[in-house]
Antibody, heavy 116, light 107 residues
C-alpha cells in the first residue's frame, strides 16, 4: 500500500526558508523509474508543479521558481525534502508530494501560511 | 513551458446528463495527459492517465480521449458524487503543467 505524508512548519514569516518533508511507504525511491514530485495549490486556485527527484538522484525544477528551490532525498530513499528560500505571501498554499509522472498517489497536503 | 488551456471554467449540469471538459496543450504532448478530480478539502484523485486509460477503481462513466494538442474528459450519466473540480495535467515534458480547472456543479 502506497502512502505519502507531507510535514511542514504551518506558518512562517516572509523572507524565511520553508522546509518541507515528504515521508512515504509502499515503494522505494531507489527503484528504477520512481519519481516523487512536489506540487502546491493556493486556496481556490489551480495546481502548480514545483520540483521532482527521481530514483537516480536527478532533479527537475519549475523554471519560474528554480532559483529558490532545492529538492533532495534521504539515503534510505523513504523521504524527500523541499526547501524554498525567501518566501513571501504568494507562497501561501497547500503543499503536496505525489508519486510521478501521472500522480496516482498523493499525500494529504500540508498548509503553509506565510505571514508576518 | 507547455501551457494547458482548460475549458470551461465552470459547468452546471443535471443528474444523468453527459458533460465534457476540454484541455488544449500549446504543443503536441503525445498523449502524456492525466485528469484529476478534486473535492473540497481533499487531495486530487487520478481519473485518467495516458489520455485515455482509466485508473484502477474509477467508475467507467469517466472516459478520456484526444491526441496531439486536444484532449477531453467525458462524464456519462452524471451523479451527485461527481460534484468537484477537475484538472488536466501534461507530463510529456518538464516542467509538468496543469490546466486552470473546471468546477462542476449539479443544476
Amino acid at each position: 500500500q502506497v502512502t505519502l505524508k507531507e510535514s511542514g512548519p504551518g506558518m512562517l514569516q516572509p523572507s524565511k526558508t520553508l522546509s518541507l518533508t515528504c515521508s512515504f511507504s509502499g515503494f522505494s525511491l531507489s527503484t528504477s523509474g520512481m519519481v516523487v514530485s512536489w506540487i502546491r495549490q493556493p486556496s481556490g486556485k489551480s495546481l502548480e508543479w514545483l520540483a521532482a527527484i527521481d530514483w537516480d538522484g536527478d532533479k527537475y525544477y519549475n523554471p519560474s521558481l528554480k532559483s529558490r528551490l532545492t529538492v533532495s532525498k534521504d539515503t534510505s530513499n523513504t523521504q524527500v525534502f523541499l526547501k524554498i528560500t525567501s518566501v513571501d505571501t504568494a507562497d501561501t498554499a497547500t503543499y503536496y508530494c505525489a508519486r510521478s509522472n501521472w500522480f496516482a498517489y498523493w499525500g494529504q497536503g500540508t498548509l503553509v501560511t506565510v505571514s508576518s | 513551458d507547455i501551457q494547458m488551456t482548460q475549458s470551461p471554467a465552470s459547468l452546471s449540469a443535471s443528474l444523468g446528463e453527459t458533460v465534457t471538459i476540454e484541455c488544449r496543450a500549446s504543443e503536441d504532448i503525445y498523449n502524456g495527459l492525466a485528469w484529476y478530480q478534486q473535492k473540497p478539502g481533499k487531495s486530487p484523485q487520478l481519473l485518467i492517465y495516458n489520455a485515455n486509460s482509466l485508473h484502477t477503481g474509477v467508475p467507467s462513466r469517466f472516459s478520456g480521449s484526444g491526441s496531439g494538442t486536444q484532449y477531453s474528459l467525458k462524464i456519462n450519466s452524471l451523479q451527485s458524487e461527481d460534484v468537484a473540480s477537475y484538472f488536466c495535467q501534461q507530463y510529456y515534458d518538464y516542467p509538468f503543467t496543469f490546466g486552470s480547472g473546471t468546477k462542476l456543479e449539479i443544476k
